[in-house]
C-alpha cells in the first residue's frame, strides 16, 4: 500500500509495460499502475518523456494493446484513469481469458457504472476492442509473439509469454500452487488442509495445469512470478490462490529460466519487510545450486532483455 514504508517498493497495483525495439508498448494488467503509466505515455515536461512514442499518444495516432491476466479488481483498478484513453484517435485491443459467465466488454464496462464512477466506458474518446482468449491462445501483436496458460486462481488467471527482439519474458500473476486446491470460478470458502490427499482427478488436473505452465515459461529471460505469501501466510490461505517465493523458485528451475522476478507483494509488506524476503528467497536458491538471478519488482523498474525490452 502506498505510504512511507513502500518509498521503495511502490504502492500500485500490477501494471508492466513492455516495450519492443521500435514498436509502441505492450501493456500487462491495468492496476492502478497504469495511471502513472498513462501520463508517462502521454509526454511531457512532468513525465520526463518526450519521444516519438509519447507524441503518438498525445496526438492521438497510437495503437496500443493491454493483456489481463484477470479482472480481479487490484488487475484492472487503473483502466478509468488511463489517460490515452481519453485521446480520440488512439485504439486499443483488451484482451482477457473468455469468460463463461458474460461477455469480457460487459464485465470492464460494468465497473465504470454510475454508482461506482462518473466516467463509463462509453465516454472514453478512444477506440477500446475486447478480444477473449483461450488457454492456448498464440497470436502476434506485430513482430511480438503472445503465448498463454491456466493459472491456478478463483476465477481463473492467465499466464503471459512475449517473445521478440530475441528475448522474451513471461509474466505469471497470480497462482496458488498446484498441488492443495484446484481453483476456478468457485470460491472455496474452506481453507484446504496443505499436503492433503487430493482427488485423483483434481490431482491430474493440476499436474497438467503446472505442465503447461513449465512448457510456456521454458527458457524465458525473465519469470515475472507471483509471490504474495510467506510460507506460513501460505499454510493459513492456501485457497486465496497466491504462491510463496519457494514456489517460485521451483517453478524457475523447471522453467530453466535465466532470470526470476519476485512480484505482487503482499499490500501490507513494508519495504524492510520485501528486502527480508528478497535475501532469504537468494540464499535458498544458492543452496540449492540455482543457474538464475533472483529479484524483486519495484516501482519505476526497467529491464533490458536481450538488449531489447
Not at 499502475?33 to 511531457?44: F, S, Y
Not at 528451475?253 to 528467497?281: M, N, W, Y
Request: aromatic fraction near 8%; glycine fraction near 8%.
Amino acid at each position: 500500500m502506498p505510504g512511507p514504508s513502500t518509498n521503495r517498493y511502490g504502492g500500485n497495483t500490477s501494471c508492466v509495460e513492455v516495450t519492443p525495439r521500435g514498436a509502441l508498448p505492450i501493456i500487462i494488467d491495468a492496476g492502478t499502475g497504469l495511471r502513472p503509466l498513462g501520463k508517462a505515455l502521454m509526454g511531457g515536461a512532468a513525465s520526463g518523456r518526450q519521444d516519438e512514442i509519447a507524441q503518438r499518444f498525445a496526438d492521438g495516432r497510437a495503437e496500443g494493446h493491454i493483456l489481463i491476466s484477470h479482472t480481479h479488481w487490484d488487475h484492472v483498478q487503473g483502466l478509468p484513469f488511463f489517460a490515452p484513453f481519453r485521446v480520440a484517435g488512439n485504439r486499443f485491443q483488451i484482451y482477457a481469458r473468455e469468460r463463461h459467465d458474460d461477455k469480457m466488454q460487459a464485465v470492464f464496462a460494468s465497473q465504470t457504472d454510475d454508482v461506482y464512477l462518473p466516467a463509463p466506458l462509453t465516454k472514453f474518446r478512444a477506440d477500446l476492442a475486447f478480444r477473449e482468449l483461450r488457454d492456448d491462445s498464440d497470436f502476434m501483436i506485430g513482430e511480438a509473439r503472445v503465448r498463454c496458460a491456466r493459472l491456478n486462481h478463483p476465477w481463473i488467471a492467465m499466464a503471459y509469454r512475449i517473445d521478440c527482439d530475441g528475448a522474451s519474458l513471461v509474466y505469471c500473476s497470480d497462482t496458488a500452487p498446484f498441488r492443495d486446491v484446484l481453483l476456478e470460478y468457485d470460491f472455496v470458502k474452506e481453507a484446504p488442509v496443505p499436503g492433503a490427499p487430493l482427488d485423483a482427478k483434481v490431482a491430474a488436473r493440476l499436474a497438467d495445469m503446472q505442465g503447461q505452465l513449465v512448457a510456456l515459461m521454458q527458457g524465458a529471460d525473465l519469470l515475472i512470478y507471483d509471490t504474495q505469501f510467506t510460507a506460513q501466510e501460505y499454510a493459513q490461505r492456501p485457497h486465496w490462490g497466491h504462491s510463496t517465493p519457494s514456489d517460485a523458485l521451483q517453478m524457475a528451475r523447471l522453467g530453466k529460466v535465466k532470470t526470476l522476478c519476485l512480484f505482487h507483494h503482499a499490500p501490507l509488506r513494508s519495504d524492510d519487510e520485501q528486502d527480508a524476503i528478497l535475501v532469504a528467497t537468494r540464499a535458498e536458491s544458492a543452496a540449492a545450486g540455482d543457474a538464475f538471478a533472483v529479484i524483486a519488482a519495484h516501482e519505476g523498474q526497467e529491464l533490458a532483455l536481450g538488449g531489447a525490452l
